[in-house]
């Protein structure tokens, strides 16, 4: 019922922060070229707007929430990545955070903002630049855990369709443990969940290969 509820009910931004890295020398020139994409985008979108200044990304978000007052679900796709290139650059850092801060927090038209990457939330001083974002890992999935990975119940069935050894693939491939199992499982085992992407890569391209990850 709730899926169809949200349905087409919001605009989406998608951005994959690593490919604005791989284009730019400073973090001015990241945070310029991403703003000036998402308005040459949002622009062409709602072309309708009075928008109050079109070189000013956030302000323009705003201005088209206020005409047509449908949010905007964002995504982010390697959002971290700035930090790994960065780790040294402290104010670099800092003047990331506070440009996705200033873009998202607080904000009327976010109806959601998504962000996926392999390092928590930054903090920079005392204080959390993104303490509106809520944290899940493949350690601690929280309400996802039901989604992560491969579960045995799953799994067997894989190995019998595809003609594989069912206990040499929980050897090579299993290595997660949630303490919260999903209500779907009979029974708590410690090796419960499979890495998605590296069982489908054991089905697709035999023989067997051990994970880079090492099991819990």
């Not at 945070?31 to 979108?45: A, G, Q």
């Given at each position: 019922?709730?899926?169809?509820?949200?349905?087409?009910?919001?605009?989406?931004?998608?951005?994959?922060?690593?490919?604005?890295?791989?284009?730019?020398?400073?973090?001015?020139?990241?945070?310029?070229?991403?703003?000036?994409?998402?308005?040459?985008?949002?622009?062409?979108?709602?072309?309708?707007?009075?928008?109050?200044?079109?070189?000013?990304?956030?302000?323009?978000?705003?201005?088209?929430?206020?005409?047509?007052?449908?949010?905007?679900?964002?995504?982010?796709?390697?959002?971290?990545?700035?930090?790994?290139?960065?780790?040294?650059?402290?104010?670099?850092?800092?003047?990331?955070?506070?440009?996705?801060?200033?873009?998202?927090?607080?904000?009327?038209?976010?109806?959601?903002?998504?962000?996926?990457?392999?390092?928590?939330?930054?903090?920079?001083?005392?204080?959390?630049?993104?303490?509106?974002?809520?944290?899940?890992?493949?350690?601690?999935?929280?309400?996802?855990?039901?989604?992560?990975?491969?579960?045995?119940?799953?799994?067997?069935?894989?190995?019998?369709?595809?003609?594989?050894?069912?206990?040499?693939?929980?050897?090579?491939?299993?290595?997660?443990?949630?303490?919260?199992?999903?209500?779907?499982?009979?029974?708590?085992?410690?090796?419960?969940?499979?890495?998605?992407?590296?069982?489908i890569t054991g089905i697709r391209r035999k023989p067997m290969t051990r994970c880079v990850i090492e099991k819990a």
């Amino acid at each position: 019922a709730s899926y169809e509820k949200y349905r087409n009910q919001y605009d989406v931004i998608k951005v994959n922060i690593q490919e604005f890295l791989s284009r730019t020398h400073t973090m001015t020139e990241l945070l310029n070229r991403l703003s000036r994409f998402l308005l040459k985008e949002l622009i062409r979108e709602y072309p309708d707007v009075d928008y109050l200044d079109d070189t000013d990304m956030t302000q323009s978000i705003e201005d088209i929430y206020a005409k047509y007052g449908r949010k905007f679900v964002i995504i982010i796709d390697e959002w971290d990545c700035v930090f790994r290139e960065y780790k040294e650059k402290h104010e670099a850092q800092k003047q990331y955070l506070d440009f996705l801060r200033d873009w998202m927090k607080d904000k009327e038209y976010i109806g959601l903002a998504y962000m996926t990457g392999i390092l928590p939330i930054k903090k920079y001083g005392t204080h959390s630049a993104l303490n509106m974002f809520m944290e899940f890992s493949m350690e601690n999935p929280r309400a996802l855990s039901d989604y992560v990975g491969f579960t045995e119940s799953e799994v067997r069935p894989l190995c019998r369709q595809y003609n594989m050894d069912y206990e040499e693939c929980r050897e090579w491939y299993n290595g997660y443990f949630f303490q919260q199992v999903m209500s779907t499982a009979p029974i708590q085992l410690s090796w419960r969940c499979f890495l998605d992407s590296t069982m489908i890569t054991g089905i697709r391209r035999k023989p067997m290969t051990r994970c880079v990850i090492e099991k819990a």
